[in-house]
Nanobody, 125 residues
Framework: QVQLVEFGGGLVQPGGSLRLSCAAS????????MGWFRQAPGKEREFVAA????????YYADSVKGRFTISRDNAANKVDLQLNSLKREDTAVYYC??????????????????WGQGTQVTVSS
């Protein structure tokens, strides 16, 4: 069973950048497809990005495509999310998630078995 901890949230101005990291422990990291989700106040949790077990394939929500980049380092047991050109509507708690069996393009949050505690990203001037 894998445990996930997110780092790197904070306050950033519109147009700025932020890098989120998620450290994994307690499992064989390369066995898991990794995803990032976010949840804004009063809204449903939504898919942001996912990366395959090898790191060779990625998938993004349309709302972040071209602005966010997901990457992973299987030797270091971590997955990152680079957030560029941030907008106010990107404000949310960002969650890292893992699952051995989820399909890369499956954006349904309940398909992921393991979750971090979340990190707050606030985009504001």
């Amino acid at each position: 069973q894998v445990q996930l901890v997110e780092f790197g949230g904070g306050l950033v101005q519109p147009g700025g950048s932020l890098r989120l990291s998620c450290a994994a422990s307690g499992g064989t990291f390369r066995y898991y497809t990794m995803g990032w989700f976010r949840q804004a106040p009063g809204k449903e949790r939504e898919f942001v990005a996912a990366i395959s077990k090898s790191g060779l394939s990625t998938y993004y929500a349309d709302s972040v495509k071209g602005r966010f980049t997901i990457s992973r380092d299987n030797a270091a047991n971590k997955v990152d999310l680079q957030l560029n050109s941030l907008k106010r509507e990107d404000t949310a708690v960002y969650y890292c998630a893992a699952d051995e069996y989820v399909q890369l393009t499956d954006t349904t949050s309940y398909k992921y078995a393991y979750w971090g505690q979340g990190t707050q990203v606030t985009v504001s001037s």
